[in-house]
């Protein structure tokens, strides 16, 4: 696996848990509003941080100081390898967040299954019809459809969310979503930032009135739903 970066402590990503963040290289999709082309471009892509031995000398390292791994992106489920990397974490008494935009529902039954994964956050990047322009380009919706579908019907703990920009995102988008998630756990709206260097152009972050709209949007079908990052 491609370890591009390792923040070492977060009191944010893993809910309840002191953490830190894995970051991997690679992605499928090519999102106009992506901040981080660096993660997702192949010839973009930098030099490894490090290997998985010196991921797992670090954590040995934290042990009892730590409680919590959060696997990132690009998209983790690329990589083979992970449900044996996850398992390596986990022996030595972590729990495991998966960061995931939904698209490897094979994987991610199998790592559930085998009780690897203590928390899953999935991206929903648009309603159905928006899907494939929100992806730039590239058609997953269907394997997103049963990645959500698994993670509702099942036992493991688990959010949505979705990063909001215009002008991708507009109200009517937003109650979409809403019908189709109805009732998940957890469903979070993201302010989109732009960093200066993204994947399209012409995206913008909405108003804090734009915001509220589509918060406003979403609540008849998911009571659990919140602005993060405002």
């Known amino acids: ?105 094979e994987m991610l039954r199998d790592l559930i299954k085998e009780g690897l994964l203590d928390y899953v956050a999935m991206d929903i990047k648009n309603d159905p019809d928006g899907y494939v322009q929100t992806c730039g380009g590239v058609d997953i919706l269907d394997r997103v459809k049963e990645s959500a579908e698994l993670l509702m019907n099942g036992n493991t703990d688990y959010e949505f969310r979705t990063t909001v920009c215009a002008p991708l995102h507009t109200p009517k988008r937003l109650e979409a979503i809403g019908r189709w998630l109805a009732g998940a756990n957890a469903y979070y709206l993201q302010q989109f930032v732009d960093s200066g260097d993204l994947l399209g152009s012409g995206m913008r972050p909405l108003t804090m009135e734009e915001l509220e709209k589509l918060h406003k949007a979403v609540l008849p079908y998911i009571k659990n739903t919140s602005l993060r990052g405002i």
């Open 1 to 105: 696996m491609k370890i591009m970066g390792l923040q070492k402590l977060t009191l944010l990503d893993f809910p309840g848990r002191l953490a830190c963040t894995v970051f991997l290289g690679g992605c499928n999709l090519r999102c106009p509003f992506c901040h981080n082309p660096s993660l997702v471009l192949p010839q973009r892509l930098p030099p490894p941080l490090m290997d998985t031995e010196d991921l797992l000398a670090f954590l040995k390292s934290r042990v009892g100081k730590l409680t919590g791994v959060c696997i990132t992106g690009g998209e983790p489920t690329l990589y083979a390898k992970l449900p044996e990397r996850i398992r390596q974490i986990k022996d030595l008494g972590f729990a495991v967040k998966l960061d995931t935009n939904g698209s490897n529902p």
